[in-house]
């Protein structure tokens, strides 16, 4: 099968000032944004791209590498986005074709590279493909989704869940079939077995590469195949289950996973895809990798050998539980071990879990102290970072009324898990500004008053501001090349100091963080040692120890 290329489409614009780098990649820090929430700039109290286009100069001033736009295709929107209706287009509410490429222009005009979400496992229930889908069971699309009988006794084919609660599968009537939804119902699952839908999806990548996108940002990028016998999941041990991916109230944790996604017909497709992404230069793609059990193992798979993925994601670091330097180490560690040659993409944050200022820094003596630490300490880990947009504010988690929730996840689990609405709410830009200057309008969530001091012009002149801390760990990161690309070797990971060294070339790094609320002392690294300055730390070296107050850090070059 062929698919026909849209032909409206703009030439590919590299980022004005730099070469293209194929290796750009590592050590990239990327800034999300969420859409919806970011900047509106027509009034309807939804963000749109006009807005993302008027505070790149925000964005470029962090002094990040790329930015990475949540979803925006025409979509009915019942899970925001992530529900796609047709991907060669953008939302009405978010803006137009034009609107786009004007945003990657000036991106790029800034130095900043764009890299969009590219939802490929499922689609919406209203687009084209699903619609002829779903008419009968001989029509050209027939195959395109995963559909299956039901059992003798009508009920559905096995015992899959949906990460969004209830059965994974829905009986169709005209079909009078079952089709497969890992999440909503409304977002019936792709059947990648099929090599025409592999064709299509690589078609819709190929039309954004040639607008000039510099990647792309691939959701639920292991639940693209599932079991071609359908098998039912086994059961999981009560010990080994974890809240990593889905809340502990969701009995979605109840299975082990092993046919319902991750399956191993996924690498060909990931080479598939690769190979499409090497025709253009300097493009790199994440793959977000939902798995609470296997998460770093298939991360490895996903990005070993240069012929898949370049990096990717996992939850270890998106969890509930506090960390400490044994499980840091832990992550780091595995990762390395699993794919010695691999690149890991480390995030704290994102649109789909509690904002770490609540989920972690509230169970801390001093949450301010711990934020700023954390912040230090992610962007010293080796690998890319993503940074979600108000991460760099230290916005809190807000608490968002039932009646003001919009988030699907959150309605169906209420009260016990309260869904994403409250990593959602709208980025404040003006600490007395309407909606804090997000809209002239109504906002589509409500912006927590607790947001308003924190705003980006309350934040924006004071220098020791939690923006401007982040501002100048990012340009500390960039001064050091062994923080970017180098490797990494563990010192100290007992007890409540987390040390380590980067090196790169003839730069060696050492990096100590206090994750305690009471001052610490560790031994000098063996050498020459000489401490560096302008990270906003105040640990420091005093004759043959170093000494790190509560929740603090300390770096020195190491000859």
């Not at 924006?460 to 690309?485: D, I, K």
Request: aromatic share 12%.
């Amino acid at each position: 099968m062929t698919t026909t290329i849209r032909t409206d489409k703009a030439p590919y614009r590299a980022p004005i000032g730099q070469e293209p780098d194929r290796e750009w990649w590592r050590g990239a820090v990327i800034y999300q944004v969420y859409p919806r929430s970011f900047r509106d700039t027509s009034g309807d109290g939804i963000g749109d791209l006009r807005g993302i286009a008027e505070k790149l100069p925000y964005i470029a001033s962090l002094g990040v590498d790329a930015v990475w736009i949540s979803p925006f295709f025409p979509s009915p929107m019942k899970d925001f986005g992530y529900d796609v209706s047709d991907y060669y287009g953008v939302d009405e509410m978010f803006g137009t074709l034009q609107d786009f490429d004007h945003l990657v222009t000036e991106a790029h005009r800034l130095g900043i590279r764009v890299m969009i979400d590219l939802v490929l496992s499922h689609t919406s229930d209203q687009h084209p493909w699903f619609i002829e889908s779903r008419k009968s069971r001989d029509n050209p699309k027939a195959d395109w989704y995963v559909w299956a009988e039901a059992k003798p006794d009508g009920t559905p084919p096995n015992n899959w869940l949906s990460v969004f609660g209830g059965s994974a599968w829905t009986w169709d009537t005209r079909r009078r079939q079952y089709y497969l939804h890992n999440f909503l119902t409304s977002q019936p699952d792709l059947n990648f077995h099929n090599p025409d839908v592999q064709d299509a999806v690589l078609d819709v990548a190929r039309f954004w590469l040639e607008r000039g996108v510099d990647g792309f940002r691939l959701d639920a990028v292991n639940f693209c195949f599932c079991d071609k016998e359908l098998r039912d999941n086994p059961p999981l041990l009560p010990e080994m289950r974890n809240a990593k991916v889905t809340p502990a109230v969701n009995p979605y944790n109840y299975q082990d996973h092993v046919y319902d996604k991750n399956r191993p017909e996924n690498i060909g497709f990931l080479r598939r895809l690769r190979a499409l992404m090497e025709e253009y230069p300097a493009i790199a793609a994440i793959g977000e990798v939902g798995e609470a059990q296997r998460g770093l193992e298939l991360v490895a798979e996903y990005t070993s050998g240069g012929d898949k993925l370049h990096k990717c994601y996992a939850f270890e670091f998106l969890s509930p539980d506090l960390l400490s330097p044994g499980s840091i180490a832990s992550i780091i560690g595995e990762f390395e071990k699993a794919a010695p040659e691999g690149w890991a993409c480390w995030a704290f944050s994102n649109h789909d879990v509690v904002r770490p200022a609540t989920r972690w820094a509230a169970q801390t003596a001093d949450s301010e102290r711990y934020l700023r630490l954390m912040a230090g300490l992610l962007l010293s880990l080796r690998g890319s970072v993503c940074l979600y947009q108000g991460e760099e504010l230290g916005l809190t988690e807000a608490d968002i009324a039932f009646e003001d929730l919009q988030d699907p996840y959150g309605i169906q689990f209420w009260p016990d898990f309260k869904g994403r609405d409250g990593c959602r709410t709208p980025m404040v830009w003006e600490k007395n500004g309407h909606a804090g200057g997000f809209t002239e309008g109504n906002p589509w969530l409500p912006v927590p008053r607790e947001h308003l001091p924190l705003a980006v012009d309350a934040q924006e002149h004071v220098l020791g501001s939690m923006l401007n801390h982040y501002r100048r760990l990012l340009a500390f990161r960039r001064s050091h090349p062994a923080l970017v690309r180098g490797d990494i070797a563990f010192l100290q990971t007992t007890g409540p100091v987390l040390s380590f060294v980067r090196r790169h070339g003839n730069e060696t790094i050492f990096c100590a963080f206090n994750l305690s609320e009471k001052e610490q002392f560790i031994a000098r690294p063996e050498g020459h040692v000489e401490p560096l300055d302008h990270h906003g730390f105040s640990g420091f070296l005093h004759q043959d120890r170093i000494e790190l107050p509560a929740y603090d850090a300390f770096f020195a070059r190491i000859s």
